[in-house]
């Protein structure tokens, strides 16, 4: 749990030097997920893909979810 907050501290820190960063948002979106925040994660994962919509890590990761949850 620590190196969870830890990451995720890390992961504020990249936003505010760049907001626009798909690797946080999608980071952020893996830890949700493993948190099973399956909502927030999508979220964080739709957040990723307005940076870069043609990231297939991110596509996919995307989509496995949506079925998961579905």
């Known amino acids: 749990l620590g ?9 504020k820190e990249g936003m505010r030097k760049d907001l626009s960063s798909h690797i ?5 979106a ?3 997920k493993s948190e099973h ?4 994660a ?3 994962y739709i957040q990723a893909l307005k ?5 297939f890590n991110i596509l996919r990761d ?4 949506q ?4």
Do not use: P, R, S
């Not at 995307?62 to 979810?65: D, F, I, Q």
């Not at 079925?67 to 579905?70: N, S």
């Open 62 to 65: 995307t989509a496995v979810l």
């Open 3 to 11: 190196q969870c907050n830890e990451g995720i501290n890390l992961i």
């Open 30 to 32: 893996l830890i949700q």
């Open 24 to 28: 946080c948002w999608h980071v952020w």
């Open 37 to 40: 925040k399956y909502e927030d």
């Open 67 to 70: 079925m998961q949850t579905h």
């Open 42 to 44: 999508l979220k964080l």
């Open 51 to 55: 940076f870069d919509k043609d990231n």
